[in-house]
Every structure is written in structure tokens, then in C-alpha cells.
T-cell receptor, first 111, second 109 residues
Framework: NAGVTQTPKFQVLKTGQSMTLQCAQD?????MSWYRQDPGMGLRLIHY???????DQGEVPNGYNVSRSTTEDFPLRLLSAAPSQTSVYFC??????????FGQGTRLTVV | ELKVEQNPLFLSMQEGKNYTIYCNYS?????LYWYRQDPGKSLESLFV?????AVKQEGRLMASLDTKARLSTLHITAAVHDLSATYFC?????????FGAGTRLTVKP
């Protein structure tokens, strides 16, 4: 049982580049979400999805897009990377509003 | 807007001592979560508290929830070095999970 799988684990981007962070879960969870973690600020919700075809914005959605074409996958797209997007990104999934299972994280640096 | 405040942000404890981490949230929350994070690692779920007065215990950790006071506590009993980590609380309302800034706990021998 793989749980929540995120790729890549590390990424360096130049300002203005775009990329997609991948997230997949094999637990048939309805709810998936993306967070960013910055020092001293805990985790902040970027976007979330309550099921295939349904997405919504969280606390800090600007500069990010998501889609949910299948139950398993929830990719996060950075449209035009900025240094302010340097962070550690976590994908999470859960069944209803029960405990969330987190991926291992993606450490992104934008130079 | 749902906001979550934890205190203290940093906690240095001696082994064998007891301490409590506090988590306050600003508006009605359906449930309250506690997570643990080791350095460079992901988050691990510790507790989910669903109702007023809920108390859950696992080993040396005990979490409680007072929805009227909008307060949850994580109590550490007889701390051991293995408990050194960062602990986060998170409040949930209408598909939005908001995290506190975390409490970095260091247990010293």
C-alpha cells in the first residue's frame, strides 16, 4: 500500500518557468489537498478537491492551478514560478474529514 | 476566517517532566487534529478530536478538546527523547483545514 506519493522530491526552477508537482493516492480517498510549508508558518492550504472534477481554492491559491480528473491524481501546477514560491509542498488525502495522510513532500527552490 | 494559534512555539523539556501545548482556534470548527513532524519528514497523524470533551491518549501523549473555549491541549507525560519533534494542531471547517505554526519540542536528558 503506497499511500500518498509525490514527485519529484526536489526541484530547482528558474523564475518564470512552469512545472507540475505530481500527487497520487491509492486509498480511494475523496478529499485531496495541497499545502505549502514555510518556516514558522505551519502549513497553508493552497487548493483542495472533494472529488473528481471538483476543486476549490484554499488560503493561498495565487500562482497555482489544480485539476482532478481522477480520484487518484491531484497535480499542482505552478504557472510562472517566483522566488516567493520557494517552499516545501505537501499533498494530502483523506476519507471525508478524517485524519489526513501526507506525502513525503517536494522541496522547491525558485532562483 | 478560521485562525489557529499554538503556544509555545518552542519548548525545551527535561526527560521525565510533564508539559502541555495549547491550541486555540478562532471560529467554529468541526474537528481538531494533532500531527507530528520529524525534521525533514512528512506529517504523521496523532489524534482526531470530534466533539466537545473528547479526550484521546496514546502512550505519553494525551489530547483534549473544549469546543466552547475553542481550545485543544496536547499533554506530554514523563517526556522521553523520542518525543522530540514538531507538533501541529489543525482545525477543520467546511473543507478548510488550518494549521497552527507548530511547537518545536526538544526533550533533553
Amino acid at each position: 500500500n503506497a499511500g500518498v506519493t509525490q514527485t519529484p522530491k526536489f526541484q530547482v526552477l528558474k523564475t518564470g518557468q512552469s512545472m507540475t508537482l505530481q500527487c497520487a493516492q491509492d486509498m480511494n480517498h475523496e478529499y485531496m489537498s495541497w499545502y505549502r510549508q514555510d518556516p514558522g508558518m505551519g502549513l497553508r492550504l493552497i487548493h483542495y478537491s472533494v472529488g473528481a472534477g471538483i476543486t476549490d481554492q484554499g488560503e493561498v491559491p495565487n500562482g497555482y492551478n489544480v485539476s482532478r480528473s481522477t480520484t487518484e491524481d491531484f497535480p499542482l501546477r505552478l504557472l510562472s514560478a517566483a522566488p516567493s514560491q520557494t517552499s516545501v509542498y505537501f499533498c494530502a488525502s483523506s476519507y471525508s474529514a478524517r485524519e489526513a495522510f501526507f506525502g513525503q513532500g517536494t522541496r522547491l527552490t525558485v532562483v | 476566517e478560521l485562525k489557529v494559534e499554538q503556544n509555545p512555539l518552542f519548548l525545551s523539556m527535561q526527560e521525565g517532566k510533564n508539559y502541555t501545548i495549547y491550541c486555540n482556534y478562532s471560529t467554529t470548527s468541526d474537528r481538531l487534529y494533532w500531527y507530528r513532524q520529524d525534521p525533514g519528514k512528512s506529517l504523521e497523524s496523532l489524534f482526531v478530536l470530534l466533539s466537545n470533551g473528547a479526550v484521546k491518549q496514546e502512550g505519553r501523549l494525551m489530547a483534549s478538546l473544549d469546543t466552547k473555549a475553542r481550545l485543544s491541549t496536547l499533554h506530554i507525560t514523563a517526556a522521553v527523547h523520542d518525543l522530540s519533534a514538531t507538533y501541529f494542531c489543525a482545525a477543520y471547517n467546511n473543507n478548510d483545514m488550518r494549521f497552527g505554526a507548530g511547537t518545536r519540542l526538544t526533550v533533553k536528558p
